[in-house]
């Protein structure tokens, strides 16, 4: 209810370390984080969790995004399972998905929200 | 419920059928089914027999397989033959003395190869045509021989010379008959095979009667004909005609006829009526259908029987449409004109070896039979003609003349077929089943050929099949959705030719002014792939970047743990000992897993993204290049050590593969693309299997195309011999340009030739006759792409921006702490 007025944000990276129509790894307290930028979007940049829950592997940064039906998505790249970016929903196997976390561009430093 | 006991004699090509259908119909629940089955495997395609010789294995011929009876519920008895059949207890014997009760009995045991009772027909290498044992033989004879003769010169005679000229035999027809062919073709139509197979070196012998086969002087055996010559050979094949194998009914006491086979009525079954008789054993109104497709009716028949229904079996069209020495060869209905009154029609053309008749009804309204040599493009049309009793046009002539000579031949379209019309003679489908396939719910060719089985057969339909299923879905308003994604309402080869036209260079001009949306990974990398194939920019310019999969972007294969695997190029596989040093050092230094690639190269493992420009700067320092094994790109040519140092080789195999490396690394394609060059007919470097393979001859380079490894091994197709250096390079870049142009995403060259309309013929005319005048063209695309190849790791190190690409974190220097690897044999793997 109140959850937006507690969010703390955190630096995470300078804008510039962004690849636009693509995506990078960043590494906060010990957790790794997807950023995907598409500057000429209504919502530019989405932050997911690297952790792809299929493989096991830390990749979802390198995975190809686009869009499905209108949803941006992320494409795995090991086993090329869509993730919705809004919310990591996974398109084929909905019994897994990613993390998402609210991320904002300020001025020219990428910030991400947490509740701690 | 005590199930109804099915004994089922003979596991053929019918007899397979007769199974498939009963299992298909969800009638084999209610029986207990045997199956016996003399040969020592199941049901296997004799159709395709002769594809043996080519290649094909006992694997590719099968139809039943030992999985599928398996979940059939069916128990097999292989290589056991019934011996006895007691028709009061019912039971059947087997040699292997099983005693088995019935309570309906099929017999499908088919037929065996007449073979004349001439004195001697029985000396060593004296042998038949009909199983894949036979082949087997005739290979092994084949070898200590250099002369063969076929006695008979039927359709099966002229399939067994063939296949005694790809082995290598000087070979010879013997038939007894004034002429070829004599069922299927008229005087003139056998004079004309007759010279076209002379032409291409197999004698032919008509009006022969052997009387006697003996010791010959230089070869073999010495054949004596009544008129006193005599031949002389190696092998003798005999394929005189065949005979029902109708021994058991015989010994049984079932009704048998004149001249063999067992007599059936329209429902198949024999004089005893809980016994069925179905395919070649079974005569059916004084008949015997030497065919597959009547025979399939038969089994369809006794299926249907069984289960109360009414199909009946009232005859069967044996038309024919054959490729024999690859002479095409078409025969229809009354083909010699024996109808009375009836008229015929003929069009002869010497100089190119094209001969066509039409026989038609008295009133000139029907056609009753048509033989063609030389071209069988008319048959289809003829054939609906005669089988669906279509009113000729006021000129029939005009059906078999030349079009230049008027407005075109009258093709019948696919909406002029009624109904009724049989589209596959070999499955038995006709028009409306095809209708009635895709009014359930079929939507391309894919789906009807699923639900009716058509084209399954002899294949020999595909082209007025598609047809048919075009037009009806087109009628349907179904638009055949061949678009890329849903971004792109475009086949990948319109795109191609979109981005060639309009000089199109990024995905995002592509997309704003032919697609919509953000794009996808289906549709990105397609696009990638095509401006790559297009213009060959580097694939990390900021244009590109976003549209590679994770291996083209970081130029390096992705491993299971998020690691990757790097494989510098070795051209030819070959490889100085200083630079298999530094591979070693590097790998050492960042303690890369090694290995030896099934490409002739070595592939280092295990390497974390900031990693990978240290190591390739090391690696480009010592002379290395990429090698591209992360592309939809030209892999490897694989070599053999060819006459440099191999005792056989004929020419230098390393040489050219390293030329062939060097010219096409860099190229993308729609997949990947292999090369090999072996030095002699040895073939160590296993050329046939790959995309483009190249065999070493005495006079230059034969070359190969459209083979695969992998999933679906394919033979590569030989399709030009003997060339010299330049002819061979300019035929493989038209070869893989008019790939590169016509193929589907991801379809590897094996696909796409077995889905190119016209084949292998078709991809000689538009490559080595120019048909399509695109040559020049093709070579110059290829020249450019050749002309703008670098080294993508190379330019890579140059450009720090470019550089910025390989951090494993961007906020961070450390490496992916989750990254855990154990040691096994000496290396490190992941844990
Ligand atoms: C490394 C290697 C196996 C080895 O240890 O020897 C290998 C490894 C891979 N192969 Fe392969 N193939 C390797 C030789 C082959 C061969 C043999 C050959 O080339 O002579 C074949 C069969 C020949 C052929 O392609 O016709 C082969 C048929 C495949 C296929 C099946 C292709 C097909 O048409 O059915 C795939 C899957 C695909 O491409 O869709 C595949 C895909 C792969 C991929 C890329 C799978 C993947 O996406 O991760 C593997 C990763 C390579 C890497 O990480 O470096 N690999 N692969 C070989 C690398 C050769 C090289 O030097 O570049
Ligand atoms: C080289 C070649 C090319 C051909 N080309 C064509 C073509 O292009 N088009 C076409 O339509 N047809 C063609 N044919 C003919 C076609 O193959 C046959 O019509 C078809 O195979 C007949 O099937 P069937 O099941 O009746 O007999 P078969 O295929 O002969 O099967 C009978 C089976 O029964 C077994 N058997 C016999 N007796 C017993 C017993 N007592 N106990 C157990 N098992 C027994 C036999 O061993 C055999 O395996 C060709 C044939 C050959 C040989
Ligand atoms: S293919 Fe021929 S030349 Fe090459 S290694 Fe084998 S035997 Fe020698
Ligand atoms: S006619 Fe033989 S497969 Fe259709």
């Known amino acids: 209810m109140n959850a937006k007025l507690d969010l703390k944000w955190k630096q995470l990276c300078a804008l510039d370390d962004l690849v636009p129509h693509s995506g990078v790894a960043a590494l906060i307290d010990g957790q790794q984080i997807a950023l995907f930028y598409l500057p000429d979007q209504p919502r530019p940049l989405y932050a997911v969790s690297n952790h792809d829950p299929v493989s096991g592997a830390n990749v979802i940064a390198r995975g190809l995004i686009g869009d499905l039906k209108g949803e941006p998505m992320v494409a795995s790249p090991l086993y090329k399972q869509h993730y919705r970016l809004q919310d990591g929903a996974c398109l084929e196997q909905p019994e897994v998905g990613l993390t998402t976390w609210p991320v904002r561009i300020n001025d020219k430093t990428v910030e991400i929200g947490s509740m701690d | ?831």
């Not at chain 2, 190119?756 to 792409?785: N, P, S, T, W």
């Not at chain 2, 490496?815 to 044999?825: F, L, S, T």
């Open chain 2, 1 to 831: 419920m005590s199930k109804t006991k099915l004994v089922v004699i003979g596991n053929g090509m019918v007899g397979h059928h007769f199974l498939e259908t009963l299992v298909e119909r969800g009638h084999s629940d209610s029986y207990e089914i045997t199956v016996f089955c003399e040969e020592p495997r199941l049901a296997y395609d004799r159709v395709h027999l002769s594809s043996y010789f080519s290649g094909a294995s006992a694997d590719d011929l099968a139809m039943g397989k030992p999985e599928l009876y398996r979940q059939w519920g069916l128990n097999v008895r292989l290589g056991d033959k019934v011996v006895g059949i007691d028709r009061e207890r019912k039971t059947v014997t087997s040699q292997h003395g099983e005693l088995i009760t019935y309570d309906k009995l099929v017999l499908a045991t088919g037929s065996y190869p007449f073979v004349p009772p001439v004195p001697g027909h029985d000396r060593e290498h004296c042998l038949v045509y009909r199983t894949i044992e036979d082949l087997e033989a005739i290979s092994a004879s084949a070898e200590n021989a250099k002369v063969g003769v076929v006695v008979g010169g039927g359709l099966l005679g002229l399939e067994a010379a063939k296949a005694l000229t790809d082995l290598g035999l000087e070979t010879h027809v013997v038939e007894f008959a004034p002429r070829l062919m004599a069922v299927q073709l008229d005087e003139d139509g056998g004079a004309l095979l007759r010279r076209k197979i002379e032409g291409l070196g197999v004698q032919v012998h008509t009006g022969k009667n052997t009387q006697l086969i003996d010791d010959g002087e230089s070869h073999v055996h010495r054949m004596n004909f009544a008129d006193g010559e005599a031949l002389e050979t190696d092998l003798i094949l005999f394929s005189a005609g065949i005979r029902p194998q109708d021994e058991l009914a015989r010994q049984s006491g079932l009704e048998i006829g004149e001249r063999g086979g067992i007599v059936v009525n329209s429902s198949c079954q024999t004089s005893d009526q809980d016994i069925y008789a179905i395919g070649e054993c079974a005569l059916w109104n004084g008949r015997i259908f030497g065919l597959v497709a009547p025979g399939y009716s038969m089994a369809k028949t006794v299926a249907s029987h069984l289960a109360d229904g009414d199909e009946q079996f009232l005859g069967a069209d044996m038309s024919t449409k054959l490729k024999l020495l690859g002479v095409d060869v078409g025969s229809i209905g009354d083909a010699q004109g024996h109808t009375p009154g009836a008229l015929s029609y003929r069009y002869s053309d010497d100089a190119a070896e094209v001969y066509r008749r039409i026989v038609v009804s008295a009133d000139g309204k029907q056609l009753l039979g048509a033989v063609l040599v030389g071209d069988n493009s008319r048959y289809d049309t003829l054939l609906q003609y005669a089988l669906n009793g279509i009113e000729l046009p006021a000129d029939p002539a005009s059906l078999i003349l030349p079009e230049s000579s008027g407005a075109g031949a009258p093709t019948l379209g696919p909406d002029a077929l009624p109904d009724s019309a049989t589209l596959c003679s070999c499955l038995n489908v006709s028009k409306g089943q095809v209708c009635c396939a895709i009014d359930s719910g079929a939507i391309d060719l894919a789906g009807v050929k699923d639900a009716t089985k058509a084209s399954t057969g002899c294949g020999g339909c595909t082209a007025l099949l598609k047809s048919v299923v075009d037009n009806e879905l087109e009628k349907r308003g179904v638009e055949v959705n061949t678009d890329l994604c849903e971004h792109f309402a475009h086949t990948r080869e319109e795109l191609y030719h979109i981005v060639r036209i309009e000089g199109i260079r990024s995905f995002r001009e592509l997309l704003s002014k032919h697609g919509k949306g953000l794009g996808c990974d289906i549709c990105k990398p397609v696009a990638a792939s095509i401006l790559a194939s297009c213009w060959n920019d580097h694939i990390m310019e900021p244009q590109h970047v976003s549209l590679q999969d994770t291996n083209d972007t970081f130029m390096a294969n992705m491993q299971k743990n998020g690691t990757y695997s790097i494989v510098p190029r070795v051209p030819g596989g070959e490889i100085t000992p200083d630079k298999l040093i530094v591979l070693g050092e590097v790998a050492k230094e960042y303690g890369l897993y090694t290995k030896v690639t099934g490409g002739q190269r070595i592939d280092l493992f295990g390497a974390q993204l900031h990693q990978l420009p240290e190591i390739w700067q090391k690696l480009i320092d010592a002379g290395f290049e990429t090698g591209h094994a992360y592309g939809k790109s030209m892999r490897t040519v694989k070599s053999c050590v060819g006459s440099t140092w191999c005792r056989y080789g004929v020419q230098d195999s390393v040489g050219m593969a390293i030329q062939i490396e060097h010219r096409y690394k860099g190229l993308r394609a729609p997949h990947k693309i292999k090369f090999a060059v072996s030095g002699c007919t040895r073939e160590c470097a296993e050329a046939q299997s790959k995309d483009i393979g190249v065999i070493a001859t005495e006079n230059g380079w034969n070359l190969y195309v459209c083979g695969n490894g992998g999933m679906r091994p394919r033979h590569a197709d030989l399709f030009a011999t003997d060339l010299d250096d330049e002819t061979l390079i300019k035929y493989i870049d038209r070869v893989l340009m008019f790939y590169i142009k016509t193929a589907d995403r991801l379809q590897r060259t094996s696909v796409w030739m077995e889905n190119l309309e016209g084949g292998l013929d078709y991809l000689r005319e538009v490559v080595i006759d120019d048909k399509l005048g695109l040559g020049e063209e093709l070579e110059a695309q290829m020249a450019h792409i050749v002309s703008r190849y670098e080294c993508e790791w190379k330019a890579t190190l140059e450009d720090p921006e470019k550089l910025k690409r390989f951090r494993t974190f961007v906020n961070d220097d450390a490496a992916d702490p989750q990254i855990v690897m154990v040691q096994e044999r000496g290396q490190l793997r992941p844990a």
